[in-house]
Each structure stands twice: as C-alpha cells, then as structure tokens.
C-alpha cells in the first residue's frame, strides 16, 4: 500500500487536508514511525500528496474495520425509529475535521446522539447540520451544530486555503469549478476589484496563480472579513491582496480597474454602474446572478444595455457558464463581459 510520509509536527493539519481531498483511505490506520506518521492513500490521493511535496513509501496496511459508515451509523442507531432511519443522510460534506449533513424533520428528538454516532463514524470532531440556505444581506449559513464545539476549519482547494467558521459564513461548493477557472486565467499586470470578497473566494486564486499586479477585495461583512484577513497571510498574498472592510459602492476612483468581479447573485444588477465606473475601457466584468433557464440571454442583454447606455460605453459578451443549478428552472450564471 501507498502512504505518505508526513512529518510529526505537521501531521495534524496535513492530514485533515488530505481528508478532505479525499486521498485517504479511512479504513486503514494511520501509523506513527520515527517522526513521521504514515497516512495511507487510495490511488488517486496518491498524486494529490506528491503536489503536496510529501514522500510517498510502500507499507503493509493495517485495516480499520472495513464496513461502510453509513451501515455502521445504522448499526448504532438501530434502536430508533425505522422510519427515523430510513431517512437518515447517507451522504456528507466534509471541512476539515467537520462533516456537514442534512436532517428530516423525523430526527430532530434523535439529533444529539445521531450527531455522536456521524462523528466518532466518520472520524470528525464535529457534526453540524445544515438547515438550508442563507439569511440576511451577509448570507449567514442557516448551520446548527449537533455535536462537538469547533465550528472554524480550513478547506483546502486547488492549492488554496480557506479558513472560516461553518455557522458563520457561507461556502458553495458548488462554485469550485470557476474559483479554480479564476486561478488559470492571465491577469499579468492587471489591477483587479473583487466587488464581494467574502473570506477571499475569488481573490485568493487571483493573486496567487493568476498573476494580477493587485487585487482589491471589498468585504462588508465583518465576520467574512476578518477571515479574508487571516487567509490573505495564510496563503501568502499579502503583497497582492489589498482588503477594504465596507461597502463597495464606497470604493474611491474611477476607470482604473482592468478586471472587476462581481461574485453576488439576484441583486447583483443594483452595483453595475459602479462596476462600469470603475472599469477601463477594455476592462472585463466578471458577472454572476441567477436567471430562469429560458431566459438568461435576454436577461443579460437587457441587464448590461440598459446600464452601459445610462453609463455610456459599449459592451459585448466573452462568454457565458452555468455555475450551478439553483432551482427549479433557475441557474446561477457567470457572464464575461468586455467593457468599451
């Protein structure tokens, strides 16, 4: 079997972050030797922890119980009500040492010990429940925690690290796919504006791989800020990222910017005429709302005449890309669009 070979000291971050990469393989042990532990891998986690920088060894596994979490946490929880555990989540979302699962209305008599059986199941300190959706203008997580105290984890994605509390901020993940398109694109030399920053989704992969000369990232939320704060230095782009705490209609200046990213969705359309201020001519907005699947052609074009004609400069579109299905007949769309 393939292990990883990873130093003592640094052992208990890494291998929550492999965890979480889905490279290890959770039914065999992980051993000590020497000052390394040696973190066992399925195939595919093989190469994730070579990018990683970590040696990888031949061992002989030493297996865990090899029954799957999800009968085991039915063995466990035999004793309530069948149709209880018929609807029991069989799937999770995993940050860090947290698992984030979904429960029917059937289990809330049950939560406390249905909490302690996810997480001594699936190896985690702390089970929360995610009780749908978002509220209020900061989009706080509707999240309650049923076992355990440490809601705050780091995420680990595409070579970028996310810190942030799970019942405080929001973190799609269904938006991986253009965080990592975000990180691939050519921003050299460019002065970027991230209108909503939050802990750094977008700005983070910008400044490290994309190459821009400076990004702004407008937060209003204080609780999303100050993780933006802490991930800036814990990715190590403190010389690129620059943070405002406030509001980004407060931001100063004026066709200075040659990208602008408006990460925000179904009220979006209310900040394109600051985008459109503060863009160059030849500047690119980054776009995203949510619009009925049969019309979001015409809502884009509707959206961006009416604002560049008050605003008087031209547009054309780059390119449109369904993110993320958000409800029935309802996507959640990110358009690139070229400022003139």
Request: net charge negative; hydrophobic share 40%; charged share 30%.
């Amino acid at each position: 079997m393939k292990f990883a070979k990873v130093p003592l000291l640094e052992s208990a971050a890494v291998i929550v972050m492999l965890k979480e990469m889905d490279a290890v393989d959770r039914f065999a042990k992980i051993t000590k030797k020497e000052d390394y532990k040696l973190v066992p891998l399925l195939s595919d986690g093989i190469s994730k922890a070579e990018k990683m920088g970590f040696e990888i060894v031949d061992g002989a596994a030493h297996s865990k119980e090899r029954t799957p979490p999800q009968e085991r946490i039915l063995s466990v929880l035999c004793d309530i009500p069948k149709d209880v555990q018929n609807e029991l989540p069989m799937k999770w979302e995993y940050v860090g040492d947290i698992a984030i699962i979904r429960l029917a209305p059937s289990a809330e008599l049950y939560k406390e010990r249905i909490g302690q059986a996810y997480a001594e199941n699936l190896g985690m300190k702390t089970i929360c429940v995610d009780r749908g959706g978002v509220k209020g203008e900061f989009r706080r997580p509707d999240m309650e925690t049923i076992y355990g105290k440490c809601t705050e984890s780091i995420r680990l994605e595409n070579g970028i690290r996310y810190c942030f509390d799970v019942t405080k901020v929001m973190f799609a993940s269904g938006n991986i796919d253009e965080r990592e398109r975000m990180g691939k694109l050519d921003c050299t030399d460019e002065i970027v504006v991230d209108m909503f920053a939050g802990i750094g989704y977008f700005a983070l992969p910008l400044a490290k791989f994309a190459n821009a000369s400076k990004v702004i990232a407008c937060e209003k939320n204080p609780e999303s800020y100050e993780f933006l704060v802490r991930n800036i230095a814990l990715n190590e782009v403190g010389n690129t990222i620059t943070p405002i705490l406030g509001d980004n209609l407060d931001i100063s200046g004026e066709a200075f910017a040659d990208r602008i990213v408006m990460g925000y969705i179904q009220k979006t359309a209310d900040f394109l005429p600051k985008a459109l201020k503060m863009i160059k001519c030849g500047g690119t907005i980054h776009y995203h709302d949510t619009f009925y699947v049969h019309e979001y052609k015409d809502r884009i074009n509707e959206i961006f005449s009416k604002a560049c004609a008050d605003a008087g400069c031209k547009f054309s579109i780059k390119e449109i890309r369904e993110v993320k299905s958000f409800a029935p007949s309802v996507s959640h769309y990110v358009v690139d669009v070229r400022i003139d």
